[in-house]
């Protein structure tokens, strides 16, 4: 096996893939937006970004919902696979592939890598007999499962069990405990937020079984090497886009220089598979494994889990034509601590356009820029010596980077937001002390200046607004007259200023307020 790439200004990131076995809901849209964000970042920050998300097409459960629908089960994957694919353009989420795990190259990776997990003595053949829930494609144990007032055996995530006896391969999961465990502490941040490292490590501490990896009673599914009748179980085809996803198995793929890849952004009730049973597959496989992993909250509507079963979908495409692409990218990272569960409501998301968007951004950059149409003919102009006032403001601008630097390196999107939204709060007070409309009379030299600094204030926040707000972030920096090649970070932190002289174009409003409905 060739050596993953050492290549540090490489950035691998990617999404779960999703089963599309209904269509998307508002867990997917924002698993995709943060991921999105989180890889925009990187690149405006000058890495070499490399973007996965996709569709996750076998298994029983994607059966189950083609015989319902009485349609070709390949028909029903293809058909939502497209609409995640939609759902994804239509939020603006920057992949650079969209993989789904029914294709040939899929199909050879999963091969290969059993191959080679079974080349190293970890696959063996038994009969299996447990508690299989359909719902969540997991096998529990007996102790992990129980009996409610109606009846119904249910696993630990709430989903109904059933029995199942089947022969069955098994992965010999029970032997990488100890490395596992080593794994962990070698590489403190494999796993975030620190709640589920905690809660993966003491899962693996218990014990770990042997895993069965095969199913005979369905052939939907990607085949076993050797063993036609059976195929793999879907969650370990299901792990294997990340390395198909950059080209495996051809190692001389040129986006192999990708793996291993620098973060799996996954929901939190998906993250054993990604800390425990991946990582065992890659050692067994003699792959690198992942940098790490971090694991997101749930969204709730009504205090309810949305999911496809229980049918209180938001749909994501709805809720970007009734509040913006952009508004609604910002309210749910801005509004929900990423590694954190989140509520969402249409009060709440209406406050954050009006407050955040509307008035402190959106007012800021509107005054200031038609002050410059008006009364400067549109002509950036040239500062005066910066009194302290503009010193401070600037040096807060400037600091944002780093701030914002750090924050993103563990995924804390909404700190770096916080750290923008600081100096958008402090830029209002800056403005609104300094009365640059007042000056225009009393001391113009002197109006020029604080409009300059404003401006070159709000050109650091739309710049480092862009990640979470491409759409608009571009359109005020086209009001600020800054050139596409000097939008990403490099321009930040002083290294550079915004350049007086420059002829703006007439400032159009950015951040429109929400304005409920007419009845009628
Ligand atoms: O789990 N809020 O697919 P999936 C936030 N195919 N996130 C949510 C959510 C909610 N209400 N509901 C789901 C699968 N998610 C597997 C993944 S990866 C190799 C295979 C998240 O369609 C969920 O946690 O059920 C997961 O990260 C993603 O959406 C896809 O969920």
């Known amino acids: 096996i060739k050596p993953a790439s050492t290549d540090r200004n490489s950035f691998y990131i990617t999404t779960a893939i ?25 690149r405006l920050d ?48 920057s992949f650079d592939r969209f993989i789904r795990t029914t294709e040939e190259q899929h199909h050879r990776s999963s091969q290969e890598i059993w191959k080679r997990m079974a080349a190293n003595g970890d696959i063996y053949l038994d009969s299996y007999a ?29 989903t109904p069990v059933e029995w199942v006896e089947e022969k069955s391969y098994f992965f010999r999961l029970s032997a990488y405990q100890d490395r596992l465990l080593k794994l962990y502490e070698t590489q403190p941040d494999f796993i975030g937020p620190d709640s589920r490292k905690n809660e993966v490590v003491s899962f693996v501490k218990s014990g770990l079984r042997d895993l069965s990896i095969s199913r005979t009673t369905f052939d939907w599914g990607v085949r076993v090497p050797g ?123 209406v406050a954050r356009i009006n407050a955040d968007l509307a008035n402190d951004l959106g007012n800021l950059a509107q005054r200031s820029l038609s002050m410059i149409a008006k009364q400067l003919d549109g002509v950036l102009p040239e500062p005066g010596v910066f009194t302290d006032n503009d010193k401070a403001i600037l040096a807060q601008a400037d600091g944002m980077l780093a701030l914002a630097r750090t924050a993103m390196a563990t995924q804390q999107i909404h700190q770096a937001l916080n750290a923008v939204w600081a100096v958008v709060a402090e830029a209002n007070r800056y403005f609104a002390g300094e009365a640059p409309w007042a000056l225009a009379k009393t001391d113009p030299p002197r109006q020029r200046t604080v409009l300059y600094v404003t401006a070159e204030v709000v050109r650091q926040i739309a710049i480092l607004a862009q990640p979470v707000m491409p759409a608009s972030s571009a359109k005020l920096l086209d009001s600020l007259g800054v050139p596409a090649e ?28 929400y304005v409920e409905p007419t009845a009628g």
């Open 46 to 93: 000058g890495k070499d970004v490399f973007f996965l998300t996709g569709t996750d097409e076998h298994g029983l459960k994607m059966v189950q919902t083609a015989q319902a629908e009485e349609l070709p089960t390949m028909e029903v994957a293809t058909r939502n696979a497209q609409r995640f694919k939609d759902m994804d353009e239509r939020l603006n989420v």
């Open 227 to 349: 063993d036609p009748e059976h195929v793999m179980y879907v969650w370990v085809d299901a792990l294997t886009n990340y390395i198909t996803g950059v080209g495996f198995p051809d190692e001389n793929d040129a986006n192999w220089r990708y793996w291993p890849a620098d973060v799996h952004i996954i929901g939190k009730d998906i993250i054993r598979f990604h800390a425990v049973y991946w990582p065992a597959f890659l050692m067994s496989a003699g792959i690198p494994v992942q940098k790490r992993v971090y694991a997101h909250g749930f969204l709730f509507s009504r205090g309810e889990k949305m999911s496809k079963s229980l049918g209180n979908v938001v749909d994501p495409f709805n809720l970007a034509d009734q509040y913006g692409v952009d508004q609604v990218r910002y309210f749910f990272l801005r509004e929900v601590p990423f590694g954190q569960d989140g509520n969402y409501n249409h009060e709440a998301i």
């Open 486 to 513: 000097a939008r990403n970070f490099a321009a930040l932190g002083g290294a550079t200023r915004i350049k007086p002289g420059t002829k703006l174009p007439a400032p159009a409003g950015v951040f429109p307020r």
């Open 18 to 42: 999703a089963y599309p076995n209904g269509v998307p809901h508002i867990g997917h849209a924002y698993e995709a937006i943060a991921t999105d964000a989180l890889a925009r970042f990187q």
């Open 130 to 158: 447990g508690w299989y829930s359909v719902r969540d494609e997991a096998y529990y144990a007996e102790d992990e499962t129980i009996v409610g007032e109606d009846d119904v055996r249910r696993g630990p995530q709430g």
